[in-house]
């Protein structure tokens, strides 16, 4: 019981009562509660495309902090960069930031973004929505007395404040600016600017126009990981009937190679409501997960050759050579892609294809080179590159190339052994002649056979030393001797013996589960860059005009980023019982120098 | 006056203070002819000296073995592509950073007199040895130049000459060797060209390398240019480098190179010279010494009377002002003008002179100097331009504009145009530093060296 000094006696209970009336006036009065609004509320259905950065300040803090950041600043040619006048302006800026500010700049930052960060491009006009929401309302405030009003004074900026219901709103070159409550709004174009004020204004919650309502964004936040850093979500719908089913969406590849490898991709975004990606980042790791719902149904006949058989199709395990560089993988059914040209290409195409079929045909022996040559293969394809030893080699040449293979399964090995090998032959012979003709050294053909494999090799015939004067240096195609490998059902035409011979006999990793994958080792990448310097060097040297010493620092400087990086990876899978299909990059990390040397080793050793 | 004075007159020594001043800006024309230009540093230097010492200086034409041994590390670099585009960056570069810059003037020189021309000659090993072969006989006995460059397989590749049959003689290398390499049009006859070719067979060029092949050799006996007995070919070279012409016409194309366009009375001019190229045994460095250092060479005949080439008007710009940039798209542009190095237009090389300027060269000039001065590869001092100009206490437009004027011009520059540029130099920004560089480097004044 709480007595005035007017003799007015009120209980506890009513005062209670009151002050929660009174404050849910006061929530109900104050602009875009912060408990209550999320970006996606206040942004509309005609979105497109969204990025939401819930916990910037845990972004922030983990971008700052993370241990790529700390080794790219050890970098010297990085660090020199930083302190170079190029980057006196963004020093100037940062620090102008805090001091208008009065906090550390990253400490500014979080507060500014404490409650999430969304990026929208709106599907009616293609106008770019920021919307930023703070720590609290008089920190926002702060940022339009002390930041938007430097846009007024600053050359370049248009130096107009105009009010829209009252509300300051501070005009950029384009489009302009404004804070509301806990909100910081930032628009390119004014009609998406005065329409998310007024949701800004008026919205207590969610309504039917918001984004979050829209139920392709509810599936999406529903497959969301709760550790994404960043999220992006896209809705497919909107960007199609924007797009007129061009482009990208236009569902007939005119280039084999592009169907081959975008066909099946091609038809799930012209089927799916919305795709998401999602990063996440570690320290040994950053990953952007791209997933999209899929259905093995919604492949059309012409496209099942693309994923498989209730798309369960998976690319080949990958042998684990020496020197290994990376592979990419993938399951596609080639010969049924080719018989299919008719549904999936334009007419000109065809053309050119049923004319490359009859020439190719000829040289499998007449044999029909849509069926019977590419149907003789399985649809596991890879496609594998490594660091080429050159220490065996007689003739080394100047300019040091990867070694690269094709790697293939035989469906009747006994049948199409003497026709690959044959083909092959003759295509060396062909180059042969064709090579006497333009000056090229010329192949030499050997054969190794054992018990369980056959490799035909050609090489090239040493280069001829001149009598007098210097020698040239040795030419690019030193790095190759084409091969043809059999061993089982497995066929290998590979750029160079050595690495034919190693394919046949390494180890393999498991299959990644997954309908395409691709793998880059970053250690061999480096030990190319290292074979090649002096190449390098000379190419900087003449395309930057700069002095070795120049040439030899920059150069050092890719390495060092290089060094910086164990891999990368990219996977392509589906999930039928998600029924979601997931595009998985992942870059690894090599977080310190011990352990940088200590995957170069690992990498050698493999 | 200069136009007064006898042909042996004019190529005595110039004297400073009797045939004129010995300053900065002689300096500037010396070092834009001898060489690509230079900049104040060495001008300053120059002047300190006498003429005749800074020429023996430019003739010195050595290089340090460190720098000798890097161009020969970028050239391997260069061409072990297998391509020979590279090898034109890589000369260009060369250029650019040569601290011997008579020595390479004079190798352009060679390379258009031997023109071998890289469309033709694909393999890049042989351009770079003829290359280096020109470069180590650029200033020394002439007839061991022809004679060397006669078997040089990239020579012989060029000129169809890979394989000559006593059979059927190859009349195209002797017919390039006299009218081209030494004696010039209209000083032989048809039966010199085919007895001559007669001495040249046998010589061929088998896996890039000169052979000689007794078997097709013509050991019958010929007569050609006064001359008559069973002659070798290189005895044949020698008899056509003792013809009296060949020291004229070799003299005639020096001074249209390194002193003038359009020599009136060019024989009269050339006689003396001539004689004392004769008297010095076919000697280059003497030749040069005296043409370089004469009173014509300094005098008003002389001076800013040349059209630059392509390369002089590229290379001269950043030499002057220590400039770098990216070498294979400056070597693609310039053979875009006409002036590519290592792809010559044809076996006569370059005419020069006037054929360096039509309305379409016009353009392409300005196209490229713009180009250059906005590349974001062109580095000056290794500083954006700007930047270069503060770095040497060059603030005001006034005082940038008198120092490009004294580096870049051989003339000066007309009042108009002067205040033009400062009008649009006046703001001092970037941009306007730049503008007003390229706007200078199309004037007509600049097109002149």
Redesign the interface.
């Known amino acids: 019981m709480y007595t005035f000094r007017a003799s007015v006696a009120i209980s506890r209970p009513v005062i209670t009562c009151l002050l929660t009336v009174f404050w849910g006036v006061m929530i109900g009065l104050s602009p875009a509660s912060a408990q209550q609004l999320t970006g996606p509320d206040v942004l509309t259905q005609s979105t497109a495309a969204c990025v939401s950065v819930t916990d910037p300040p845990a972004l922030l803090k983990l971008l700052v902090q993370h241990p790529l950041v700390q080794r790219l600043q050890e970098v010297p040619g990085i660090r020199q960069a930083l302190t170079s006048p190029q980057m006196q302006p963004v020093l100037t800026g940062r620090n102008l930031f805090q001091l208008q500010m009065g906090m550390p700049w990253l400490e500014a930052l979080q507060a500014i973004s404490a409650n999430g960060i969304w990026i929208a491009v709106d599907s009616s006009d293609q106008s770019v929505a920021l919307l930023i929401r703070g720590r609290d309302e008089q920190l926002m405030q702060d940022v339009r007395l002390k930041l938007l009003e430097l846009t007024r004074l600053t050359p370049g900026g248009s130096g107009k404040l105009d009010t829209y219901r009252d509300i300051p709103v501070y005009r950029l070159p384009q489009g302009g600016a404004a804070v509301v409550g806990e909100w910081l709004l930032v628009v390119n174009k004014n009609e998406t600017g005065r329409r998310l004020l007024d949701r800004l204004l008026d919205l207590r919650t969610a309504d039917e126009q918001s984004l979050s309502a829209l139920p392709a964004w509810q599936q999406a936040a529903g497959a969301r990981r709760p550790q994404a850093a960043a999220w992006l979500w896209a809705g497919m719908q909107a960007i199609r009937d924007k797009s007129g089913h061009q482009g990208v969406f236009h569902n007939q590849a005119e280039n084999p190679l592009v169907e081959l490898l975008f066909g099946g991709l091609q038809t799930v975004l012209n089927r799916t409501d919305w795709m998401q990606a999602e990063l996440q980042v570690a320290d040994s790791e950053l990953r952007l997960t791209l997933t999209t719902p899929f259905s093995a149904e919604w492949m059309p006949e012409a496209r099942q050759w693309y994923f498989g058989p209730e798309a369960a199709g998976q690319a080949p395990a990958v042998p684990q050579v020496a020197g290994l560089l990376g592979s990419f993988g993938m399951y596609r059914n080639v010969s049924e892609m080719w018989q299919r040209a008719g549904d999936l290409f334009s007419e000109d195409m065809n053309d050119r294809m049923a004319e490359a079929e009859s020439n190719l045909g000829t040289v499998f022996g007449g044999r029909d080179f849509g069926d019977e040559v590419l149907g003789a293969f399985g649809p596991q394809l890879l496609l594998v590159a490594a660091r080429q030893d050159f220490s065996a080699l007689q003739t080394v ?3 040091r190339l990867p070694a690269f293979a094709l790697v293939l399964t035989l469906r009747d090995a006994e049948t199409m052994r003497p026709e690959l090998r044959r083909a092959f032959q003759s295509a060396i012979g062909f180059f042969n002649i064709t090579g006497i003709q333009e000056g090229r050294p010329q192949l030499d053909m050997d054969m190794q056979k054992s018990a369980s494999s056959e490799l035909i090799i050609s090489r090239y015939l040493p280069p ?1 030393r ?5 020698a ?6 030193y790095n190759f001797s084409p091969t043809a490998a059999f061993q089982g059902d497995q066929f290998v035409l590979a750029s160079t013996e050595q690495l034919a011979a190693e394919l046949l006999q390494a180890p393999r990793q498991p299959a990644a589960a997954a309908n395409v994958s691709l793998d880059l080792r970053a250690s061999v990448a480096g030990q190319l860059v290292a074979d090649n310097q ?2 390098l ?3 900087n ?6 002095t ?1 010493e120049e040439a030899e620092a920059e150069l050092t400087v890719l390495q060092q980023l290089i060094e910086l990086l164990r891999g990368a990876t990219f996977q392509m899978k589906n999930d039928s019982a998600a029924k979601q299909m997931q595009l998985d990059v992942a870059v690894q990390l090599t977080t310190d120098a011990r352990n940088s040397d200590a995957v170069k080793e690992t990498d050698r050793g493999n | 006056m200069a136009t007064e004075l006898t042909a042996q007159e004019l190529w005595q020594p110039f004297e400073p203070g009797r045939d004129g001043g010995w300053d900065l800006r002689a300096a500037a024309h010396l070092f834009r002819r001898a060489g690509f230009g230079a900049d104040r540093q060495q001008l300053e230097a120059a002047v300190q000296k006498t003429p005749l010492q800074v020429v023996d200086d430019l003739l010195e034409g050595r290089e340090p073995a460190e720098y000798s041994t890097e161009m020969q590390t970028l050239a391997t670099a260069a061409i072990s592509g297998g391509n020979v585009e590279p090898l034109s960056a890589w000369w260009v570069y060369r250029i650019l950073s040569t601290p011997a810059q008579l020595l390479e003037k004079t190798v352009v020189f060679w390379h258009g007199h031997f023109a071998t021309g890289a469309d033709k000659v694909t393999e890049p090993q042989l351009m770079l040895t003829q290359n280096q072969l020109l470069r180590r006989l650029a200033f020394g006995d002439f007839h061991q130049l022809v004679q060397q460059i006669s078997k040089d397989p990239a020579m012989l590749l060029y000129l169809d000459s890979a394989s000559n049959r006593k059979a059927h003689p190859n009349e195209n290398f002797a017919r390039e060797l006299m009218e081209l390499f030494c004696l010039g049009e209209g000083q032989y006859t048809e039966l010199d060209i085919r007895e001559l070719a007669r001495c040249f067979t046998g010589w061929e060029v088998r896996r890039g390398e000169y052979r000689f092949n007794r078997f097709q050799h013509d050991t019958a006996s010929r007569s050609f240019l006064g001359a008559s007995g069973v002659l070798s070919g290189e005895d044949a070279v020698q008899v056509v480098l003792q013809q009296p012409q060949t020291a004229e016409f070799l003299v005639g194309k020096l001074l249209r190179y390194f002193v003038l366009d359009e020599p009136a009375g060019q024989a009269e001019l050339t006689a003396p010279l001539a004689q004392q190229f004769r008297d010095g045994g076919l000697q280059i460095r003497p030749l040069l010494r005296t043409m370089l250092s004469s009173r014509l060479f300094f005098s008003r005949r002389a001076v800013g009377r040349k059209l630059k080439s392509p390369v002089e008007l590229a290379l001269g710009l950043l030499r002057c002002l220590h400039g770098t940039t990216n070498t294979v798209e400056l070597a693609q542009s310039l053979q875009q003008l006409g002036q590519g190095l290592l792809f010559p237009p044809s076996v006569k090389g370059w005419d020069g002179g006037r054929t360096w300027i039509n309305s379409s060269t016009l353009l392409g000039r300005s196209n490229l100097m713009r180009r250059l001065i906005t590349s974001e590869n062109t580095r000056f001092g290794r500083l954006p331009l700007r930047d270069y100009l503060s770095a040497r206490g060059l603030q005001k437009p006034a005082d940038i504009l008198a120092e490009l004027e004294l580096l870049l011009f051989a003339v000066p520059l007309p009042a108009a145009a002067r205040d033009g540029l400062l009008s649009l130099m006046k703001s001092g920004s970037d941009t306007a530093v730049a503008e007003g560089l390229h706007a200078l480097c199309t004037l007509p004044e600049f097109q002149l060296c």
Do not use: H
Not at chain 1, 466 to 470: I, K, L, Q
Not at chain 1, 472 to 477: A, F, K, R, Y
């Open positions: 040449p100047e300019i001829q001149p009598t007098t004067g210097e040239p240096p040795v030419p690019l195609i002096q190449s060097v000379s190419q040297m003449l395309t930057k005009g700069q070795r």
